[in-house]
């Protein structure tokens, strides 16, 4: 650890997989993204403590080992701790027949990362007027694919057919893969001045963010002050959701969300801009409890 450049550092490990996102890749027949998938899933977690990813392990099982399917897969893991500087040290690769049907296969992810103690980033030091700056995301990520597969198959649209929100097919649409933020996160929080952070996953903007807020204090969402991607505008059309439920389900295109002091906030945008993510002024921390999203009646349809 004091050759990586550690003091006196705490381990941080997550674990995660990618979800029924695996079902569009083998029925798209497009597997060297979901790799990446898992990969962030994992070390998102990890830089929401402040921690910096420093090795990965994967598990791969299948009835039926196809050794392109596979190669496509650990490309997609090994590309993505290259780009986050994480090491890939391992993993396991079963076959159990009877147990996965032909061609199918499940993915999980083990991440170990480390923060110097006394810089965990807890959420104590949130405050009441911190500014919640939203960094994009690149579509759905890999939560709601549930939802998703029954929206699509209710529309009649295959995934070799062209998606009716992008320049490409629904399935290469569906897989791109979801964003690594480690690296502007670590160096935003290096900078000073980020209180929080939240990988927005299951839940949504709804549950993710309150999670890392203390209590009496609640996350005030604007909806006007991002653009709604249009994967989603075709998700709460197309499967006719509330706004609350698509809210409650997906990440609405922010994939992260940072709680910054006010007078850090202008500081961090540029910084993050410059390592070439989009960074939006979301809302606000105010007194209160969960989520409070505004305006989503004149910015979302529904």
């Known amino acids: 650890m004091k050759a990586a450049g550690f003091r006196d550092p705490i381990l941080v490990s997550t674990t995660d997989g990618v979800g029924t996102k695996l079902k569009v890749a083998i029925a798209a027949g497009k597997h060297d993204t979901v790799g990446v998938d898992l990969v962030a899933m994992c070390v998102n977690d990890l830089v929401v403590q402040g921690a910096e990813p420093l090795f990965f392990l994967d598990y791969f099982a299948t009835g039926k080992l196809d050794v392109a399917t596979g190669r496509a897969i650990i490309g997609g893991i090994a590309r993505a701790c290259h780009e986050v500087g994480c090491a890939l040290v391992g993993g396991e690769t079963a076959e159990m027949p009877g147990m996965y049907a032909a061609g199918d296969y499940d993915l999980a992810g083990f991440a170990v990362g480390a923060v110097e103690r006394g810089s965990v980033l807890d959420g104590t030091t949130v405050k009441e007027g ?49 964003r690594l933020y480690v690296r502007p996160v670590l160096e935003a929080i290096k900078a000073g001045g980020v209180h929080a952070a939240a990988h927005i996953t299951g839940g949504g903007l709804i549950e993710n963010i309150p999670r890392v807020l203390p209590d009496g204090l609640a996350a005030e969402l604007d909806a006007r002050t991002w653009p709604l991607p249009p994967i989603f505008r075709w998700l709460a ?66």
């Open 130 to 178: 911190d500014v919640l700056l939203g960094l994009a995301s690149s579509g759905a990520h890999s939560n709601g694919f549930s939802l998703i597969r029954r929206i699509a198959e209710a529309s009649g649209i295959g995934y070799a057919d062209r998606a009716p929100f992008a320049d490409a097919t629904l399935g290469e649409a569906l897989l791109e893969p979801t």
């Open 237 to 302: 059309e197309a499967g006719r959701l509330e706004r609350t439920e698509l809210a409650r389900t997906f990440n609405c295109g922010l994939g992260m969300v940072l709680a910054v002091a006010p007078d850090a906030a202008d500081r961090l945008v540029d910084l993050i801009e410059g390592r070439g993510e989009a960074v939006y002024r979301v809302g606000r921390v105010v007194r209160g409890a969960g989520t409070i999203l505004r305006n989503t009646e004149t910015a979302w349809p529904g």
